[in-house]
């Protein structure tokens, strides 16, 4: 293929050169004052780092957190049954490090992130308990094979190159209902509740559910207010200010207490589904603003060559209107889709217990009580991390994903 | 000068009107244009060419009087209009190019998803027509990355990969500087030369004198005068023409 032909290459000037002790007096320690700054900033940040690295080596509530790893990561799902939440992860890291092969850019970067977390958490992992009754690989173990199906995978599709490409977006599409699948069981598997879901497993299906469904539902509702058909557009306006008025409390309730009372047959509607009805519908309200001015912000004059060349309305809103809208509000849905992945923290409110419910219920079991100072400094750092990994994750994808688009445009 | 083939006229424009509100934007616009014939619109700012030469491709729809184009009559029918679209081919002053596509999907886009070509075939065509205007080795680049003559250049193979009959080019020159102005206008001379229907608004009076059949006169939503470059040009009748003329030459 010679469609990478002349790319710009990097468009940075050159960084003047210069030397530390230079640099330190240039920007430091320019005049009396500063060096008072500068002295006074460093005493208060080395005591900071010095008596929080030792709190951390000393602090006693650590165990309370990998002793019940397996609570933080899938709270009740049952033990005997363990093995599938491993096949699901293990299914989506093969995918990565297939797709990893096969894209590079970013894709490589989070598949490789993927695999040091992996074998780091293995390295770990070899402390964890072995649980009773359990079937599943030893948590140290499965942590391995990941990290060998990203390599492995990564490896595999660079060998087998672009055949791989359209097998590898539908197993990506039928990834989703596959991990649901594998984790809620029926065809052949014996079925496990959503009640029993919880943990980290719960809050990734919260997330990912609510961006994957929110979004085209946002995209429609962004498009439908600037429709030329009254309804349409009254009927999306009404619903966007109206999601947009209230706290996704709010929405959550009502999911888990009106849903039940309007639908027929309502009260048999799973919990998790109506959280995550409650969650896309909040989340494609805010979506639909973002795209829309995304949309605004083209201008007139691409319409007009599209449909001038002969495009229909539904090619030049895909191909044209569209794909420009979304690009240009890249960091605000994916800072909207970390806020979405942080606040399914909220379902705890309605009965669900997600990554931080799981905390919460570690940190008040009675073994704990002797603990001084108690664990829930030690366990919530401890998901504090987690959340963090995932959201510096999707910010660091939308930061390359603008590089990309601002190369295009010099 | 290249007025051949058939007589029958191509573009036919009898008594157009169309109002912006109560603004009345155009006045009984009566034009016809034969095969491979150019015509040059000029005329001062305001005075309504954008809006005439988009009438005719319907991105401005006009309220009264009748335009056929290619036998094909402009109605609110939107398979006529989808017809005429495909006829005719236009060229923006603003470029209008795709800024997230290179150069070689924004011209191949509407020949695969109109034309129904393949992507190979298309291709081809693109690497001709870029071979064309003189930039084929940008086919990979973004539009950004291209000057504006460069980029004006692709704006008008874009236009020509849907084989159109017809070409219209609204102040195709107006927002490139000066030094630029004359790539654009050598691949219109070609292109007109070539036997194209061309329908230009332009105020470059050289580029009239060169190629135009005719050069028709437009003020105040009306063609105040028409004719050769020729009697344009030595011997303007209207005072409002004379004025113009003498504004810009
Ligand atoms: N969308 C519009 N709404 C209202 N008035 C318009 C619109 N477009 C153009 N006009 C008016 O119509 C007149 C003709 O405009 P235009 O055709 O762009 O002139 P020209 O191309 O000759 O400079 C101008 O007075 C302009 O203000
Ligand atoms: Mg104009």
């Known amino acids: 293929m010679a469609t990478e032909v002349s790319r710009p290459t990097s468009r940075r000037a050159p960084r003047q050169q210069i030397g530390l002790i230079e640099w330190l007096r240039k920007n430091l320690f320019s005049t009396w004052y500063n060096v008072i700054i500068t002295v006074v900033l460093l005493y208060v940040i080395v005591q900071t780092v010095t008596s929080f690295v030792s709190w951390m080596v000393t602090a006693p509530g650590w165990p309370a957190a990998f002793t019940n790893i397996k609570l933080l990561l899938?709270?009740?799902?049952?033990?005997?049954?363990?093995?599938?939440?491993?096949?699901?992860?293990?299914?989506?890291?093969?995918?990565?490090?297939?797709?990893?092969?096969?894209?590079?850019?970013?894709?490589?970067?989070?598949?490789?992130?993927?695999?040091?977390?992996?074998?780091?958490?293995?390295?770990?992992?070899?402390?964890?308990?072995?649980?009773?009754?359990?079937?599943?690989?030893?948590?140290?173990?499965?942590?391995?094979?990941?990290?060998?199906l990203l390599v492995g995978g990564d490896q595999l599709a660079r060998l087998v190159g672009n055949k791989l490409r359209w097998p590898l977006i539908i197993a990506w599409l039928l990834a989703y209902p596959a991990v649901i699948l594998i984790l809620r069981g029926g065809i052949g598997l014996?079925?496990?509740?959503?009640?029993?879901?919880?943990?980290?497993?719960?809050?990734?299906?919260?997330?990912?559910s609510g961006i994957v469904l929110s979004f085209p539902l946002g995209v429609l509702l962004a498009l439908g207010r600037r429709s030329s058909l009254p309804v349409i557009r009254t009927f999306c306006v009404l619903y966007i200010e109206l999601i947009r008025g209230v706290p996704l409390v709010t929405v959550l309730f009502m999911g888990a207490l009106l849903l039940p009372l309007f639908l027929p047959g309502g009260e048999s509607i799973d919990a998790l589904v109506r959280?995550?009805?409650?969650?896309?519908?909040?989340?494609?309200?805010?979506?639909?603003?973002?795209?829309?001015?995304?949309?605004?912000?083209?201008?007139?004059?691409q319409v007009e060559a599209a449909r001038a060349l002969g495009l229909n309305v539904v090619q030049t809103t895909l191909l044209i209107t569209l794909p420009q809208a979304l690009r240009a509000v890249v960091p605000?849905?994916?800072?909207?889709?970390?806020?979405?992945?942080?606040?399914?923290?909220?379902?705890?409110?309605?009965?669900?217990?997600?990554?931080?419910?799981?905390?919460?219920?570690?940190?008040?079991?009675?073994?704990?009580?002797?603990?001084?100072?108690?664990?829930?400094?030690?366990?919530?750092?401890?998901?504090?991390?987690?959340?963090?990994?995932?959201?510096?994750?999707?910010?660091?994808?939308?930061?390359?994903?603008?590089?990309?688009?601002?190369?295009?445009?010099? | 000068m290249s007025g051949n083939g058939s007589s029958e006229p191509i573009?036919?424009?009898?008594?157009?009107?169309?109002?912006?509100?109560?603004?009345?934007?155009?006045?009984?616009?009566?034009?016809?244009?034969?095969?491979?014939?150019?015509?040059?619109?000029?005329?001062?700012?305001?005075?309504?060419?954008?809006?005439?030469?988009?009438?005719?491709?319907?991105?401005?729809?006009?309220?009264?009087?009748?335009?056929?184009?290619?036998?094909?009559?402009?109605?609110?029918?939107?398979?006529?209009?989808?017809?005429?679209?495909?006829?005719?081919?236009?060229?923006?002053?603003?470029?209008?190019?795709?800024?997230?596509?290179?150069?070689?999907?924004?011209?191949?886009?509407?020949?695969?998803?109109?034309?129904?070509?393949t992507r190979k075939e298309a291709e081809a065509k693109a690497f001709e027509l870029l071979e064309r205007?003189?930039?084929?080795?940008?086919?990979?680049?973004?539009?950004?990355?291209?000057?504006?003559?460069?980029?004006?250049?692709?704006?008008?193979?874009?236009?020509?990969?849907?084989?159109?009959?017809?070409?219209?080019?609204d102040e195709p020159t107006s927002a490139l500087d000066p030094e630029m102005v004359k790539e654009v206008l050598d691949v219109m001379k070609t292109l007109a030369r070539s036997g194209m229907t061309m329908l230009c608004v332009t105020h470059e009076m050289g580029f009239a004198r060169e190629v135009a059949d005719r050069i028709v006169f437009m003020d105040q939503g009306q063609i105040?005068?028409?004719g050769t470059p020729d009697q344009f040009f030595t011997n303007p009748r209207n005072e409002r023409t004379k004025l113009f003329l003498s504004q810009i030459l």
């Open chain 1, 74 to 148: 899938t709270w009740t799902y049952p033990v005997d049954q363990l093995w599938r939440p491993q096949a699901a992860m293990a299914l989506v890291m093969l995918l990565l490090g297939l797709s990893s092969g096969l894209w590079g850019g970013i894709v490589r970067m989070v598949a490789l992130g993927a695999a040091v977390i992996s074998v780091a958490l293995g390295f770990v992992a070899f402390t964890f308990p072995d649980l009773p009754g359990q079937t599943s690989l030893p948590g140290w173990l499965f942590m391995f094979i990941c990290a060998v």
């Open chain 2, 224 to 226: 105040v005068e028409e």
């Open chain 1, 275 to 301: 959280a995550v009805i409650a969650v896309t519908l909040f989340s494609a309200a805010y979506l639909a603003e973002n795209v829309r001015g995304g949309l605004q912000s083209i201008p007139k004059g």
């Open chain 2, 11 to 117: 573009i036919i424009c009898e008594n157009v009107n169309k109002w912006y509100g109560n603004f009345h934007a155009l006045k009984d616009v009566s034009l016809r244009v034969k095969r491979g014939e150019v015509v040059v619109i000029c005329g001062p700012s305001g005075s309504g060419k954008s809006t005439f030469i988009r009438t005719i491709n319907r991105l401005e729809e006009h309220q009264e009087g009748r335009i056929i184009v290619d036998g094909i009559e402009m109605t609110n029918d939107i398979r006529n209009i989808d017809a005429i679209r495909r006829e005719v081919g236009m060229v923006f002053q603003q470029f209008n190019l795709f800024p997230h596509l290179t150069v070689l999907q924004n011209i191949t886009l509407a020949p695969i998803w109109v034309r129904k070509k």
């Open chain 1, 190 to 208: 014996p079925v496990v509740e959503t009640k029993l879901w919880g943990g980290l497993t719960l809050t990734l299906i919260l997330a990912v």
């Open chain 1, 332 to 410: 605000v849905l994916v800072g909207q889709f970390i806020a979405l992945f942080k606040d399914t923290s909220l379902v705890v409110i309605i009965g669900l217990v997600d990554l931080l419910g799981a905390a919460q219920n570690i940190v008040g079991q009675p073994e704990w009580l002797g603990t001084p100072g108690g664990v829930w400094r030690e366990t919530f750092l401890v998901i504090a991390a987690i959340y963090w990994v995932f959201s510096f994750t999707m910010s660091r994808i939308s930061k390359r994903i603008e590089d990309q688009i601002a190369r295009s445009r010099h």
């Open chain 2, 133 to 169: 205007v003189g930039i084929r080795e940008q086919a990979y680049k973004y539009p950004g990355q291209l000057s504006g003559g460069q980029q004006q250049r692709v704006a008008i193979a874009r236009a020509l990969a849907m084989e159109p009959r017809i070409m219209l080019f």
